[in-house]
């Protein structure tokens, strides 16, 4: 075989091996993502607290900003009952030890005793940081009101 086409099969099995690992990272980061909903259904803080960095900084769809100790007490309110949590339309880029989640979510549920059905884009930007996934930013929007 000539040297060039060594080269281009080279790079072709480079090609592949970094699209397998790509798709294996893309499933953990989507995996942890699942992760997070199921926590906030149970308020679950402890799930949340691995989930997210000690720098996290979430804008919640109000333009509310919150820090991780305040997001995880948020997350502990019992006023809020959950029936579903999920995302749709959910978009995986990842740039290097760094990866945005974009989505579209869905939950309903009450609070206070009131009802509420909320539909509203994310975006969940992960930093690899010392062989682990976390999320460092978080920001929602909504696209439908509560009612």
């Known amino acids: 075989m ?12 480079g090609s592949c091996a970094f699209a397998q690992n790509r798709s294996a990272e ?11 909903n199921l926590a906030q259904k149970d308020h679950d803080s402890r799930a949340l607290d691995a989930l ?3 720098t ?8 509310t900003v919150s820090n ?7 997350a502990k309110d019992p006023s809020y009952k959950f029936d579903s949590v999920g995302n749709t339309n959910v978009s995986v880029f990842i740039y290097g030890n760094t990866a945005v989640v974009a989505g579209t979510y869905h939950t309903t549920g009450s609070h206070k005793g ?5 539909h509203g884009r994310f975006t969940d930007t992960w930093v690899l940081q010392d062989g682990r996934w976390q999320c460092v930013a978080s920001a929602t ?7």
């Open 2 to 13: 000539p040297k060039r086409m060594w080269v281009v099969v080279f790079l072709l099995l």
């Open 26 to 36: 893309e499933s953990k980061l989507l995996a942890m993502e699942n992760a997070w």
């Open 52 to 54: 997210v960095a000690d």
């Open 56 to 63: 996290f900084v979430n804008t919640d769809w109000d333009g």
């Open 68 to 74: 991780k100790a305040q997001f995880l007490a948020d």
């Open 114 to 118: 009131k009802a509420f059905d909320s």
């Open 141 to 147: 929007t909504h696209i439908q009101k509560q009612s």
